[in-house]
């Protein structure tokens, strides 16, 4: 049974920073492919950050240089600092996971998700 638990969510000013974790249970996270994705209000949901098996990292051009992807594979985890945060950040983020991802951006590239864990810039 696979499952994906994100944490560290929360309310954080402007310009602040927070560190998400997402833990899983039941995946090898060391030979899978981990990302993370956040979502607005009435907004779709979008990739932000992916490392892939090979340790290909990827972001999405409006997280470039604030954020941070890293994997720690002996605690199965995998984690998202997110410095000089805007308002924009604020969303719903979720961590995905899947053995082979085509685009590693896309939502759609992904099988298993976590329940998410909530970021407000404000």
């Known amino acids: 049974h696979v499952q994906l638990v994100e944490s560290g969510g929360g309310s954080v000013q402007p310009g602040g920073s927070v560190r998400l974790s997402c833990v899983a249970s039941?995946?090898?996270?060391?030979?899978?492919?981990m990302g993370w994705f956040r979502q607005a209000p009435g907004k779709k949901r979008e990739g932000i950050a992916v490392?892939?098996?090979?340790?290909?990292?990827t972001y999405a051009d409006s997280v470039k240089g604030r954020f941070t992807i890293s994997k720690d594979n002996a605690k199965n985890a995998v984690y998202l600092q997110m410095n000089s945060l805007k308002p924009e950040d604020t969303g719903m983020y979720y961590c995905?996971?899947?053995?082979?991802?085509?685009?590693?951006?896309?939502?759609?590239?992904?099988?298993?998700w976590g329940p998410g864990t909530q970021v407000t810039v404000s």
């Open positions: 490392i892939e098996t090979n340790g290909k990292i």
């Open positions: 995905a996971a899947n053995r082979w991802v085509g685009l590693a951006l896309s939502p759609f590239s992904y099988n298993f």
């Open positions: 039941g995946y090898d996270v060391s030979v899978n492919c």
